[in-house]
């Protein structure tokens, strides 16, 4: 895999960092975290110097490799200074005990600057951006609080990043709009120049006011209307990956296709929801509370306070034990899935399903990925003894124009 490409979910303890907690400039429609301010009384959750000291020392200590990766997520984490990630870099330098440490920080792009991208550039951080399209697809729930499309602000913020040669990749959702166009949405990454992308489906549920809890029983929550169904999943997943398998595989990177492909090969896919492993991907509030994934900021999962725990406790715990189980602990549909290899039953957030069987637990995206992974099989066969091989997957190209 690339260096490039933010696959922070394959480390062995990762945390990703809120130090603005569910702070934000814009209000996305199907955001799943802006309900998390409701977690603490306070209007400005803002990181303080202590608890960010405290989490690098400790999170710098309990890696046991030499790379050591931080991901600054959110809410947006531009809301803060450029000083607050000066001051971060310079604690990350006093606790570095020989280990290579690199930063990548997602963000809406809204609030880049020349002097955030001076910074970002000087620093080496690589740059996930939220884009979800061309203008029309993004501006459709990409909005500021007030109502306004985002886009041109966005795309004001690539360009400086490139201007000022920062590593940057996008992170586009995939939601109950742009799912129906999705050759116009990959190509649009194409002709941005945009060679690393990541596409994320929008599964939300309501409950009671608040996003379902993900391991709830699923009889009595309601779909919100930005969400896709497993249909559209499976038919966006085949469209783009036709697209792609003929013409740009070597040159663009869809995450998804690469963990398959990894998945295909026997190698870790290096995407959590893909994995047959997944909990060491934990996420951190701006006071240093700490939960079990980024998608389970519930204080249900609460593992602890970084003020009064260890990181190291809390990450290979009982409770983070008990969050690991239920990965693995897979629905009967799954034990007997000739994808299981590929797949592990995807994230325990989308098992809400009951199906005819009355069997429960079933993924709600299980038929869209059954699709995309039988359309698929006989390209990623062909990729993947190419590996073996020792020859280049997008051999696949010539091979299926040839044979066409
Ligand atoms: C919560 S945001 C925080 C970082 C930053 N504000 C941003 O937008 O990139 C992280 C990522 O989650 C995505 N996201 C938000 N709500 C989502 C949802 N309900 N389902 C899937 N992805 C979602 C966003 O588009 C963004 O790429
Ligand atoms: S910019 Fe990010 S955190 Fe803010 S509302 Fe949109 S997805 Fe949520
Ligand atoms: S619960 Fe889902 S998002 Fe969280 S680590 Fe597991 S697979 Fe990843
Ligand atoms: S495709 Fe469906 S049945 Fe198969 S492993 Fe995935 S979620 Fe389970």
Redesign the pocket.
């Known amino acids: 895999m690339e260096k490039s490409v933010i696959y922070p ?1 394959s480390h062995p303890l990762y945390v990703m960092v809120k130090p603005v907690g569910a702070m934000c400039n814009l209000a996305c429609r199907y955001c799943y975290y802006l309900e998390k301010k409701g977690l603490y009384e306070e209007r400005r959750t803002v990181m303080s110097e202590h608890v960010l000291e405290n989490f690098i020392r400790q999170y710098i200590g309990a890696q046991t490799q030499r790379e050591v990766l931080f991901v600054w997520h959110g809410g947006e984490p531009l809301m803060l200074p450029v000083s607050f990630y000066e001051n971060a870099l310079r604690l990350q330098r006093k606790y570095a005990g020989g280990h290579v440490i690199d930063n990548c920080i997602q963000t809406n792009g809204t609030l880049l600057t020349d002097e955030w991208c001076r910074f970002l550039s000087a620093n080496g951080f690589l740059v996930g951006v939220s884009i979800d399209g061309n203008g029309q697809m993004h501006d459709m729930y990409r909005r500021t609080v007030g109502g306004s499309g985002t886009f041109s602000e966005v795309m004001r913020g690539i360009d400086m990043l490139v201007r000022h040669g920062v590593e940057w990749n996008a992170m586009s959702t995939v939601n109950s709009y742009n799912v129906g166009r999705p050759v116009e949405l990959y190509r649009f990454f194409r002709d941005i120049g945009c060679r690393y992308i990541q596409f994320t489906p929008v599964v939300e549920r309501t409950c009671g006011g608040r996003l379902g809890l ?1 391991d709830a029983d699923g009889s009595d929550f309601r779909l919100t209307d930005t969400s896709v169904s497993p249909e559209e999943w499976g038919v966006f997943l085949c469209e783009i990956f036709d697209e792609w398998v003929r013409n740009d595989v070597g040159e663009y990177f869809v995450q998804l296709f690469d963990a398959t492909l990894a998945n295909w090969a026997g190698v870790e896919p290096g ?5 047959a492993t ?4 934990l996420a951190m509030e701006y006071n240093g509370d700490l939960f ?5 900021v519930f204080p249900e999962y609460l593992l602890g306070n970084i003020g009064r725990g260890s990181l190291i406790d809390m990450g290979y715990g009982e409770a983070q034990n008990r ?2 189980r ?2 693995t602990d897979l629905p009967q549909r799954c034990r007997e899935c000739e994808w299981r290899f590929l797949c592990n039953g ?5 098992r809400f399903v009951t199906d005819v069987s009355g069997e429960r637990g079933v993924n709600y995206l299980c038929d869209g990925y059954r699709k995309f992974f039988s359309h698929s099989a006989p390209y990623m066969k062909f990729m993947c003894d190419e590996l073996a091989a020792g020859r280049a997957p997008s051999n696949v190209m010539r091979f299926f124009s040839n044979n066409r």
């Open positions: 979910f993900p995407v959590c929801s893909l994995s997944c909990g060491n991907a079990s994934c980024d998608h389970f969050f690991r239920m990965k995807e994230c325990p957030k989308n």
